[in-house]
C-alpha cells in the first residue's frame, strides 16, 4: 500500500441508512463496497487496520490502486468485479503479495452483488480472507504426504492398509515388484484378492489374540498371474479415538529365503550323509580288508583245482560256482572299498562331456534288446574338471545302468553336459521312468538302500556315487522326479579341492594299498 493516495471525487453511491454504515464499518472481516465504477464507497475498520490506512485514504480511489498500490487495473483475465455487477454470486480473487517485513501473503478476496429493495445491483461487496496459513500448512502436509509417501515406498516390503472389512485402501509401489501390481490396481479391491479366506482369518485371529503388533508370521499370497509365493508378515491395528479402523500389514517376500532354506537343508543332508559314510565307511572298509585275503585265495585254488582235474570231471560245475561266487563276493568286496574310499586315485585333467560318453558306451550292452530311445546333448565346449577317471566314469555307469532299470526295456534315455552356474560342470541322466517315491527321497543315497529284489543289487552303488562326487567336492541330487520319470544331476568344479589332492598322492605312495586287490 502506499502513503499518500490521489484525491478522489466523491461517492456515486451512499449507504442509505446510518445504522447500515455503522454496522458496516464494525464487520469483524476487512470489507470493502464498491460502486460502479470501482472506487470505494464504505470501509470496515478491520480492512483499515490490516493495511494500516486511515479511511480517507480509502474512500473515493479506485480498488486497484487501494490492493495494489498501483494505476493500472487487474487483467480482465482475473478481474470478477465486472461478473459481480451483472448479479453473479461465489466470484473471489487470489491477491499475493509480500508484507513489510518480507513474508508471503496470501489472500482470498470475495466478491458479492450489493442490490437495493429491488434487487438493482448498486455496487460490488469485497470481503478479505488471509489464507496465508492455510496455505502454509497445505504447503506442510502436501510435503508431509510426499515424505511420508516416499518412505512407504522405500520401504523393503509391500504396506497394505485396509479397512475392517478388507477393503484396500493405500499400498506402497512394491506391489509390482512382489505381487505384479501396479498399487492403482489393488486400490479398491479387498484383501481376498491377495490371500485365501482361511487364511486371512488365520492372520486375523492371531492379531487379536496378541493385543498388539504382530511380527513374522509366514503365509502366503497370490501374484496377479496366480503363482502363490510364500511372505513373511507383520500385522497390527490401525487406531481412531482409541478403537480400530483398519489393519496395516507389510508383507515380505520370502522365496529367496525359502530356496536358501532349501539350500541348507541339502547341505545339512549332506553333511548328515557324510557322517554316515564316513562311520560306515571305516567299517567296510575294515571288513574288506578281512575278506580280500580269503576271497582270493579261494578264487586262486579254485582255479587251480579246476585245471587239475578232466573237463568232464563231475567235480567241474561245483568249482566253477565256487570261483563264480567268490568272484561275486570280490566285486562287493571291490563296492565296499570305493564306498570306504581306500581305492587308489589317479588325478587327471578330463572332459566332463568324455567321461560320460565312455560310460554311455560301456553301458550300451544293457541296452542292446530294449526298446530304449538313447538321446545325448553334449556341451559345445570341452567340461574340463580335475578327477580319477575310473571313478567318474563308474558313477555315471551306475546312474545310466540304475535309468535302464527304472524304464524295464521301454522308453526314453536322456544325457546331457553342459556348463552351470559359478563355473560349475553339470551332466544330467533322466529316465522315463515310474519316478522315485517321495519316502524314498531321503534315503536313495543312504548305504544298502535298495529296492531291488534280493540278489539283484547290494545297496551300495549310490552311496558309492554319493562318495565319489562328494570326495571331489561336488554335488549329487535328484533334479526331479514323478510319474514322468526321474533325472539325477552331477555338478563337479574344475579343479579338484585340495583334501582330494592329498589324499590321492597319500595313496599313490601307499604300498599297503596297491597289494589292495
Request: proline share 5%; with cysteine.
Amino acid at each position: 500500500m502506499v502513503d499518500t493516495l490521489p484525491t478522489a471525487p466523491p461517492p456515486m453511491v451512499q449507504l442509505n441508512n446510518q445504522n447500515y454504515g455503522r454496522i458496516f464499518q464494525f464487520l469483524p472481516i476487512p470489507t470493502i463496497l464498491l460502486g460502479p465504477d470501482k472506487r470505494v464507497i464504505a470501509v470496515s475498520k478491520s480492512f483499515l487496520q490490516r493495511y494500516g490506512l486511515t479511511q480517507d485514504k480509502v474512500e473515493g480511489h479506485l480498488c486497484y490502486e487501494v490492493y495494489r498500490r498501483g494505476k493500472q487495473p487487474c487483467p480482465l483475465s482475473v478481474c470478477r468485479f465486472s461478473a459481480a455487477m451483472q448479479g453473479q454470486q461465489g466470484l473471489f480473487n487470489l491477491h499475493e503479495y509480500k508484507d513489510s517485513r518480507g513474508h508471503r501473503v496470501m489472500e482470498e478476496v470475495h466478491l458479492s452483488p450489493f442490490t437495493d429493495e429491488s434487487g438493482k445491483v448498486l455496487g460490488v461487496i469485497e470481503s478479505v480472507r488471509d489464507i496465508s496459513e492455510a496455505k502454509r500448512l497445505e504447503a506442510s502436509l502436501t510435503e508431509t504426504n510426499e515424505l511420508l509417501g516416499c518412505l512407504l515406498n522405500s520401504m523393503l516390503g509391500v504396506v497394505v492398509a485396509a479397512d475392517l472389512e478388507g477393503r484396500i485402501l493405500f499400498v506402497n509401489h512394491n506391489a509390482q515388484r512382489v505381487m505384479g501390481y501396479q498399487p492403482e490396481e489393488l486400490m479398491g479391491k479387498t484383501l481376498w484378492d491377495l490371500s485365501p479366506h482361511e487364511e486371512l482369518r488365520r492372520l486375523r485371529r492371531i492379531l487379536d489374540e496378541s493385543n498388539g503388533p504382530v511380527t513374522g508370521v509366514r503365509s502366503q499370497v497370490t501374484k496377479k498371474d496366480g503363482e502363490i509365493i510364500p511372505v513373511q508378515v507383520n500385522l497390527n491395528y490401525i487406531y481412531r479415538d482409541g478403537k480400530p479402523i483398519g489393519t496395516l500389514g507389510i508383507i515380505r517376500d520370502q522365496r529367496e529365503r525359502a530356496k536358501m532354506e532349501r539350500h541348507l537343508s541339502s547341505a545339512r543332508m549332506q553333511v548328515v550323509q557324510s557322517d554316515k559314510l564316513a562311520m560306515l565307511g571305516r567299517m567296510a572298509a575294515g571288513v574288506a580288508h578281512e575278506l580280500n585275503n580269503p576271497l582270493t585265495g579261494i578264487t586262486i585254488y579254485g582255479e587251480l583245482l579246476r585245471e587239475h582235474l578232466p573237463p568232464d570231471h563231475h567235480l567241474q560245475g561245483d568249482l566253477t560256482r565256487i570261483i563264480e561266487d567268490a568272484e561275486r563276493c570280490r566285486d562287493i568286496v571291490r563296492d565296499l572299498l570305493d564306498y570306504s574310499r581306500q581305492g587308489t586315485i589317479q588325478l587327471e585333467s578330463l572332459d566332463l562331456s568324455q567321461v560320460v560318453e565312455e560310460a554311455l558306451s560301456l553301458t550300451h550292452a544293457d541296452s542292446l534288446g530294449l526298446h530304449v530311445e538313447v538321446l545325448t546333448d553334449w556341451a559345445p565346449e570341452p567340461l574340463i574338471v580335475q578327477g580319477d577317471r575310473q571313478l567318474l566314469r563308474q558313477v555315471f555307469i551306475n546312474l545310466i545302468s540304475n535309468a535302464f532299470d527304472a524304464m524295464h526295456g521301454r522308453g526314453k534315455l536322456t544325457v546331457r553336459t553342459y556348463q552351470g552356474d559359478e563355473g560349475m560342470r553339470c551332466a544330467e541322466v533322466g529316465d522315463t521312468g515310474a519316478g522315485i517315491p517321495r519316502e524314498y527321497l531321503v534315503k536313495v543315497f543312504d548305504p544298502f538302500f535298495t529296492t531291488k529284489p534280493p540278489g539283484q543289487g547290494t545297496g551300495l552303488g549310490l552311496s558309492v556315487v554319493f562318495g565319489v562326487i562328494s570326495r571331489h567336492e561336488g554335488k549329487i541330487s535328484v533334479k526331479q522326479t514323478g510319474p514322468q520319470g526321474t533325472t539325477f544331476l552331477v555338478q563337479l568344479p574344475a579343479q579338484a579341492p585340495k583334501t582330494l589332492l592329498e589324499f590321492a598322492n597319500t595313496m599313490h605312495n601307499d604300498p599297503e594299498d596297491e597289494e589292495i586287490g
